[in-house]
């Protein structure tokens, strides 16, 4: 995939994702996204030609422990995925050993902060980085999350509350909504709404009552729109554009790696990658965003 690509959807061409695993790494949080990524393809009758996403794996080591003693290889390390940044479109952070991680300050935190500064220098690039379960501390501890909705696992969620808190004091920057009852938060969609006023999807975040869950379900995905996005817009969004997503406990992150599929590939690839996996897609929210 060239640098200067601006979107995967436009040419069908893999995107790149990138799992960060750090030591003791949850299983689970891994292996959900990484099936959903594998099995989507742009054309279903000729699934070898046409896969949607290329996976790379990056830890410390050429191998990698997960917290259930299930050891996997990475591809490349963690200083090799700082000198190939530009290559991937996605970046996925998973959960497991959070305290070890944000105590010590340990990868993927240097990882996460480069790809984000990354996308705020050269925001004409799409790019999305992606929290899993308690992989959301670590973009809390960054500072990622400021002025965002997200969510974490709700076994976590005191703590989340504190870093994203810790962080605005620290940078002196805003505040993170912080969403208890979602599978999964986006922010920073891809492309214009057209009159937000007239549209039942939206969550903003002036809301003093969320609506119920299916009043966030609509079924827009990026190619169905027929919308062009503005790269204009997109610069001036948040992080220069980064989408930010961030989903609840270990399976939910096979529901946010569903609405990835969706957005960037379509709505008929993510229902027939759910269909493959018998799995129910239990949708999340998109901030000032269609859920798809």
């Not at 995107?15 to 989507?40: E, H, M, R, S, Y």
């Not at 393809?41 to 046409?50: G, L, M, P």
Request: glycine share 6%.
């Amino acid at each position: 995939m060239a640098v200067n690509k601006t979107s995967a959807v436009d040419d069908q061409e893999p995107v790149n994702v990138l799992f960060a695993l750090q030591n003791k790494f949850d299983l689970l949080d891994f292996a959900g996204p990484v099936q959903v990524f594998t099995t989507a393809v742009h054309d279903f009758n000729n699934a070898e030609n046409t896969k949607a996403f290329e996976i790379t794996i990056a830890s410390l080591e050429p191998k990698v422990m997960s917290e259930q003693g299930i050891m996997v290889d990475s591809h490349i390390t963690f200083k090799e995925a700082h000198d190939r940044l530009e290559e991937f479109d996605v970046l996925v952070i998973v959960g497991g050993n959070s305290a070890e991680v944000i105590d010590k300050q340990l990868e993927p935190l240097g990882v996460i902060n480069d790809f984000s500064e990354l996308q705020k220098k050269d925001p004409v690039r799409e790019r999305t980085i992606m929290s899993v379960c308690t992989g959301s501390l670590f973009l809390a501890m960054e500072g990622i999350l400021s002025g965002l909705s997200a969510t974490t696992h709700p076994d976590y969620v005191t703590k989340f509350e504190n870093l994203c808190s810790d962080a605005a004091t620290r940078n002196l920057v805003e505040r993170t909504d912080v969403v208890e009852d979602a599978r999964y938060v986006v922010n920073n969609l891809r492309f214009d709404l057209g009159d937000e006023d007239e549209n039942p999807y939206i969550r903003r975040k002036s809301d003093d009552t969320r609506r119920p869950s299916n009043a966030r379900k609509g079924s827009m995905s990026f190619k169905g729109s027929g919308r062009r996005e503005s790269i204009a817009r997109r610069a001036a969004m948040r992080l220069g554009g980064l989408r930010v997503i961030t989903s609840g406990g270990n399976s939910a992150g096979v529901d946010a790696a569903l609405y990835l599929v969706s957005a960037m590939v379509d709505d008929g690839c993510a229902a027939e990658v759910a269909r493959y996996m018998q799995w129910t897609w239990n949708k999340g929210i998109v901030v000032d965003g269609l859920d798809v």
